[in-house]
Nanobody, 124 residues
Framework: QVQLVESGGGLVQAGGSLRLSCAAS????????MGWFRQAPGKEREFVAA????????AYADSVKDRFTISRDNAKNTVYLQMNSLKPEDTAVYYC?????????????????WGQGTQVTVSS
């Protein structure tokens, strides 16, 4: 089993920045691919960003490209999401995810592990 614990959410004004962290513990060899999803009220959960173990490959949703940056510190079993130029439409619960398979992770279907989520609220 893998446990994922997110932190770093909060309330920020539009144009501001936040950095989310997700610490993995347990069988971390199952976290070859890690990523972030978000779910706004009344909407379905959507993919935000993903990164491979090596960090050599990353992927972003079009809505966050050039504003968000995903990174990971394998020594700390932690993945980060640096969010800049935040907009009110970025308001959501952000979830960390981990899986062995890149395509499974990005699809959001059948993902092996999820965190409990952290709230991000962007005020206008």
């Amino acid at each position: 089993q893998v446990q994922l614990v997110e932190s770093g959410g909060g309330l920020v004004q539009a144009g501001g920045s936040l950095r989310l962290s997700c610490a993995a513990s347990g069988r971390t060899f199952n976290t070859a691919v890690m990523g972030w999803f978000r779910q706004a009220p009344g909407k379905e959960r959507e993919f935000v960003a993903a990164i491979r173990w090596s960090g050599s490959s990353t992927a972003y949703a079009d809505s966050v490209k050039d504003r968000f940056t995903i990174s990971r510190d394998n020594a700390k079993n932690t993945v980060y999401l640096q969010m800049n130029s935040l907009k009110p439409e970025d308001t959501a619960v952000y979830y960390c995810a981990a899986d062995q398979n890149w395509f499974v992770l990005i699809s959001g279907t059948g993902v092996g592990y999820w965190g409990q989520g952290t709230q991000v609220t962007v005020s206008s």
